[in-house]
């Protein structure tokens, strides 16, 4: 499926205007139904069981769930892009607010799209987290900021990051190791890449200028 899948949750928001392409869908997960007008979006779908919501979209189709699920609302909205087959997904306020057992299953929700083969990013202001899985993450030059990755599968093996102010070459990131050098790296100006030959990796930037490209590869240890 052409186009994105465009997800709003009921987390914290820094609104700013997204263009809609031909092809995209909207969805509001349960509360983020009010939320969506801050991106000057209209949802096409809202998924939860609106317990605390004010008042529901008019013109959206509506899925109904028992409060008791045992899945997050975020979680349920995913896998209705995934019925209508989009490829590429991307979450508005899916971070902070009270709740912050929600952020972290929204993170992993990242790594369960790349398992999958599908694209993930979360927004927040100039915050930006992906995830990807035996493959390499490309960035333009000119990028800012700091960037963090973090193992979403326990361990990561052959990491490696170039054009950074710090280099790593065919490590090994633990999501359990107490001395994380892979943290706060930053951009210099030039193309940088990150990869991983295996395992799926969490990366967090503060740059919003530009996503970096993806090369995927099948090949792991």
């Not at 349960?30 to 801050?38: K, W």
């Not at 008019?58 to 995913?78: N, S």
């Not at 915050?127 to 000119?142: D, I, M, R």
Request: hydrophobic share 40%.
């Amino acid at each position: 499926m052409d186009g994105r899948c465009y997800i709003i949750c009921a987390g914290s928001h820094e609104p700013e205007p997204v263009s809609r392409r031909p092809g995209d869908i909207v969805i509001a997960a349960d509360a983020g139904i009010e939320s969506a007008g801050l991106y000057g979006l209209e949802p096409d779908l809202a998924v939860g069981d609106f317990d605390s919501v004010r008042e529901l979209p008019r013109g959206a189709e509506l899925v109904r769930h028992d409060p008791h699920k045992a899945y997050t609302d975020t979680l349920l909205a995913v896998e209705e892009g995934l019925k209508r087959g989009y490829e590429e997904f991307v979450f508005y306020g899916a971070l902070g607010g009270e709740r912050l057992d929600h952020a972290i299953a929204n993170t992993e929700l990242l790594a369960y799209l790349a398992d999958l083969g599908k694209r993930g990013f979360i927004f927040l202001g100039d915050t930006c987290v992906t995830a990807f899985k035996n493959g390499e993450l490309v960035f333009p030059a000119g990028l800012k900021g700091y960037l963090s990755v973090f193992a979403a599968s326990g361990a990561a093996y052959g990491v490696t990051e170039t054009g950074l102010m710090y280099g790593l070459v065919d490590s090994t990131v633990c999501s359990y190791s107490p001395f994380p050098q892979w943290v706060s790296n930053e951009f210099v100006g030039t193309e940088a890449t990150v990869s991983v030959k295996s395992g799926i990796l969490t990366v967090v930037w503060y740059d919003r200028s530009a996503l970096p490209l993806l090369r995927r590869s099948d090949s792991g240890y």
